[in-house]
């Protein structure tokens, strides 16, 4: 258990409509029933994942309604059932960040207490890094935030699809630690309960497999959290392990 003295979580800021999961013509378009009106409707789904595990035809999905008029589709996607129905799983891959920097401007996260938030969407030679933290002595961290939605039992598994990017950032990393005067971490967040650990999808994209490992050996800290979600908001759980297999 962790020995955080306060909860972080985020409500949904509308009322969440359930619906029935029937296609997923794009990316970034789903095509779902309204379980009250069976109304057929399409929802942007923010996350580009594979998530075949998760969309398929008949699991049920809630959505969000848009209030900008401007955007091209009423219905947002948020939530999906896992595979066992046994609990929900956010398909919002922009609540991670947004829970993160959160906990660290409230000093929620204890694998983080002695670093201050300074910044996100810190700029370094070419790349842009989610957090910048820094110390009292003016020690500074570079921390990279995984969205996870991939589990097999109690294993979070990340990515659920071939990340060059992801690959290319961990590399990044590891190079800083290895070469300059940067810590440097990664923090998995799973956006699902039901998982105990976090382990690498290596049949889905050894590289990142391979990178993570030797980030890890360079001296990139490792963290993971999961979390709670029910239909009006998601909640920071317990820190689980990051486990690599030999």
């Known amino acids: 258990m962790t020995s955080d003295l306060h909860d972080l979580r985020m409500a949904f ?3 969440l409509t359930e ?17 009250d009106s069976e109304e057929v409707v399409v929802a942007h789904l923010p ?3 594979r998530l075949i595990e998760l969309l398929l035809p008949g699991r049920r999905v809630w959505l969000m309604d848009n209030d900008n008029p401007n955007r091209k589709t009423k219905w947002t996607a948020v939530l999906c059932e896992s595979p066992d129905q046994t609990c929900l799983v956010s398909i919002n891959t922009t609540y991670p960040n947004m829970l993160v920097e959160k906990g660290l401007k409230t000093g929620f996260f204890k694998e983080f207490n002695e670093w201050n938030y300074k910044k996100s969407e810190y700029k370094l030679g070419n790349s842009r890094w989610d957090f910048l933290l820094e110390k009292e002595d003016g020690k500074q961290l570079l921390l990279e935030v ?7 039992g109690e294993k979070g598994m990340f990515p659920d699809a ?3 990017r992801g690959t ?3 590399k990044e990393l590891a190079e800083l630690a290895r070469n300059s005067d940067f810590e440097t971490a990664i923090l998995f967040v799973a956006q699902r309960e039901d998982v105990e650990f976090m382990t690498t999808a290596s049949h889905i994209d ?3 497999d391979q990178a993570l490992r030797e980030a890890k050996a360079a001296g990139v800290r490792l963290f993971a959290r999961k979390c709670h979600l029910d239909v009006e908001e998601i909640r920071v759980g317990d820190s689980i392990p990051v486990v690599l297999s030999e």
């Open 13 to 15: 800021p509308r009322q």
């Open 19 to 35: 619906a029935i999961f029937l296609e997923r013509p794009n990316r970034f378009i789903i095509q779902c029933k309204l379980l």
């Open 47 to 49: 996350d580009p994942g």
């Open 146 to 152: 995984k969205s996870v939605t991939l589990a097999d």
């Open 162 to 164: 071939v990340t060059a």
């Open 168 to 170: 290319k950032h961990v």
């Open 206 to 208: 050894p590289a990142f």
